[in-house]
C-alpha cells in the first residue's frame, strides 16, 4: 500500500518547550521571594504590588498553568502527531493556543499584583480573563479531536486517552466554579454563597490537581517513559484500570479540603472514602511506569532524562500514598492549616511536575534541534542540585507542620492553652523557613543549570524544522466489534464514544455532591442573626481580599477544644450565607479571624497594619501603609449591591438608595474612634496642618482605605453573639 507523506510540526513544540523553560524561572523566582519573605517581612515594603498576599497566587498561577501548562501543551503536541501519526489539524490552531495562553499568562502577571482577584484557589484570575480561558481551551480541545479523527493510526494508546479527560474535565471544572456576576470589567462576585462556594471551589480545587496537574502528566509518561528506557509500557490492562477508575474515583475526593468545616457531614464523610479509594489507582499508575523501566535499571545510573523520570513517579506515588492519609479525619485533624500541607503540595509539584517536565526538555531538545544534548554531565548536576533543594525544601515544612500541630493543641493541667500566643509558634518555626529558602534557592539554581544546558544545545544543534514523516492511510473498517476484538480495543477506535464515557464518569461524582448541596435547604441551615454587610463591611472585605487576607489567615473555627479556647464558637454553616466568595482559607500563617470582631480596638487594627510589630511582637505580618494612606474609591458600592441583590442578597432598594449616607457615617463613627488615642489625633491633626500649610490635599481618615477594612474585621463573627477569647 502506498504510503502518504506529511510532515510533523515541531515548531509548536519548540515554542511551547522554550515558553515552559522561560515561565518556570519567573514562576520560580517569584516563590523564593516569597520564601524570603517569611524571613524579611519588610523585604518589599512600601511597594503594594510586590506584598506577599498579592504575589503568593501570582506564584501559584505561574508555576501551575504557565509553567505546567505550557509543559503540558509540548509534550502533547509532540507525542500525539506521534501516536496518531499525522500533522496536527491546523497550524492556525495551534498558534492560536499556543499566543493565547502566554496572553492569558502576561494577564494574570499583570493583574494579580494589582490586586485583581477573585481570591479563590487556583482560580484567582477574573471574569474577562476566565473567559479567555475557557476560549483557549475548547481551542486546543477542537484541534486536538479534529487531529484524533483525522489520524493514521487505528487504536488510541493510553496516553491520548489521558489527554481527552484532561480535556473535558478541565473545561467542565473552569467553566462551572467560575460562574459570577460581574459588577465592572475587573470585579465580579462568586455565583455560589459561603458553604456553596466551598464545595465547588474544592471539587474544582482538588480537580484541577487531579487533572491539570495529574492526568496529563500521566499520559505524558505514559509516552515518554517508555520512548527514554526504549521498553514498551509494562502492562496494557492496568493501563485501563487505572485510567478508568482513577478519573471516576478522583473527582469525588474534593471535599476532604473542608472536613471539620461547616460542610455537611454526608459530603464531608464521600470526600473520605473516595480519597482513601484514591490510592488504589494512583499506585497502580505508579506501579506501571516503574516496571515499563524493567530491563533498563542499569541506564538509569547514567541517562539523566530516566534519572529525573524516576523520581517524579516516586514523587506521584509518595505524594498520592499522602493524598488519601491526609484525608482521613485524624490525620487531617493535624495537618490542615499547617505547613504539612505545604510539604505535601511540593513534593508533587517539585518532584512530580517539575522533574517529568525536566526529564521530558532533556528529552525532546536534542531530538528538535538534531544534536546531542550539550553535557551530560551539567544535566546530572541539574538533578542533584534539584533533588537536594526538593529534600531540604519539604523536610523542614513537615517538620514545621508538626510543630503547629503540637502547640496549637497542647494545653496545662488548668486547661488554659500552653501557648495562647499565636505568634510563639510562627517564632517556633523560622529556623524550618530558613531551611526551606535554601532548598527553593537549589532548586531553582538547578533550573538556571538546565537553561544554560538548553541555550547550548540549541546554538549548537540546527534550526527546528518541520519532520518529514510517512504512514499508510488509515482505511475503513466496520464499527461494530470484530470477532475476538476486546470492548475495550474496539473503543480505543471510537474516540468521540470514549471521550463521551470519560465525560459521563467524571460528572457523575460532582453532581451527587453539589446539586444536593446547593438544592437542599435543610445543608445549610440559616441564622437569623445573620445579616448582610455593611456597604462600607462590604467593600472593607473586598480590599481584604484584594489584599490577600485570606493567604494567611482562616476564617474557620474547627470544632475543636484547642480552637474554640482559641478562637471562640465553632463555625456554623449559616453565617457564610453572605460570603461571596467563601474566606475559609487553607493555611494559619497568622490566627483565625472568624471571630476576631470587637476582640481589638479600632486604634490596634490601625495600628497593626501600619507596624504589625507595634501590636504583635514577633508578628511576620508585613505593614500595609498604603491602605492607611490611600483614598478608597467608593464609587462602584451601589453596583455591587445591586450584584448581590441579584445573587439573593437581601438588601432593599432603600439600601441601596442610601448606600454612600450610610457608609460615610460608619465610616465618621470609626474615625471618631480612632481619635481616642491621643497619639493618633496629635499625629493626624499635624499631618492635615501640614498639608494645609503647604498646599497639599489632604484625604479625611473617614475616606481612606483602613477604615473600610477596619469596619469589615469588627463585623467579624460579632452576628453570633459569643464571648472570643483574648489573646495575650
Known sequence: MEKDVFYYDNKIVQKFLYATIFWGVVGMTVGLLLAFMFLFPTLTEGVSWLSFGRLRPLHTNAVIFAFVGNAIFAGVYYSLQRLLKTRMYSNVLSNINFWGWQLII?????????????????????????????????????????????????????????????????????????????????????????????????????????????????????????????????????????????????????????LYSALPDWAQNLGVAFSVMLIAPSWGGMINGLLTLRGAWDKVRTDPVLKFMVVAITGYGMATFEGPMLSLKNVNAIAHFTDWIIAHVHVGALAWNGFLTFGMIYWLIPRLVKKDLWSVKLANVHFWIGTLGIVMYC????????????????????GTLVYGNFLETVQEIIPMYWMRAIGGSLYILGVFVMLYNVIRTVRAGSKVTDEKAEAAPLLRVTGKRTKGEGYHTWLERKPVRLTIYATITILIGGAVQI?????????????????????????????????????????????????????GEFSKAGEYVYDRPFLWGSKRTGPDLLRVGGKYSDNWHFNHFYDPQSTSSGSIMPSYKHIITDAHDRSEVQNKMRVMQKLGVPYTEEDVANAVEWMNKQALEIEKSLHTDPDFAKTYEADKKYAKDNGLDFIDMRDREVVALIAYLQRLGTDIKVETPSEE
Not at 515544612?397 to 494545653?411: C, I, R
Not at 441564622?527 to 472585605?541: A, D, H, M, N
Open 106 to 258: 502576561v494577564a494574570a502577571a499583570i493583574t494579580l499584583p494589582l490586586g485583581i482577584t477573585t481570591t479563590k484557589e487556583y482560580a484567582e484570575l477574573e471574569w474577562p480573563i476566565d473567559i479567555g480561558i475557557a476560549v483557549v481551551w475548547v481551542v486546543f480541545g477542537w484541534n486536538m479531536i479534529a487531529t484524533i479523527l483525522r489520524r493514521r493510526q487505528r487504536h488510541l494508546y493510553v496516553a491520548i486517552w489521558f489527554y481527552l479527560a484532561t480535556f473535558v474535565t478541565v473545561a467542565v471544572l473552569h467553566i462551572f466554579n467560575s460562574l459570577a456576576l460581574p459588577v465592572n470589567f475587573l470585579k465580579s462576585y462568586s455565583a455560589y454563597a459561603g458553604v456553596q462556594d466551598a464545595l465547588v471551589q474544592w471539587w474544582y480545587g482538588h480537580n484541577a490537581v487531579a487533572f491539570f496537574l495529574t492526568t496529563p502528566f500521566l499520559g505524558l509518561m505514559y509516552y515518554y517513559v517508555p520512548k527514554a528506557a526504549n521498553r514498551p509500557v509494562y502492562s496494557y490492562r492496568l493501563s485501563i484500570v487505572h485510567f478508568w477508575s482513577l478519573i471516576f474515583i478522583y473527582i469525588w475526593a474534593g471535599p476532604h479540603h473542608l
Open 395 to 414: 523536610l523542614p515544612m513537615y517538620v514545621a507542620g508538626f510543630t503547629q500541630a503540637s502547640m496549637w493543641k497542647q494545653f496545662n493541667p488548668d
Open 515 to 567: 446539586i444536593p448541596t446547593i438544592l437542599v435547604k435543610s445543608n445549610i441551615p440559616t441564622i437569623s442573626s445573620v445579616k448582610p454587610y455593611t456597604p462600607l463591611e462590604l467593600e472593607g472585605r473586598d480590599l481584604y481580599i484584594r489584599e490577600g487576607c485570606v493567604s494567611c489567615h482562616s476564617q474557620m473555627v474547627r470544632p475543636f477544644r484547642s480552637e474554640t479556647e482559641r478562637y
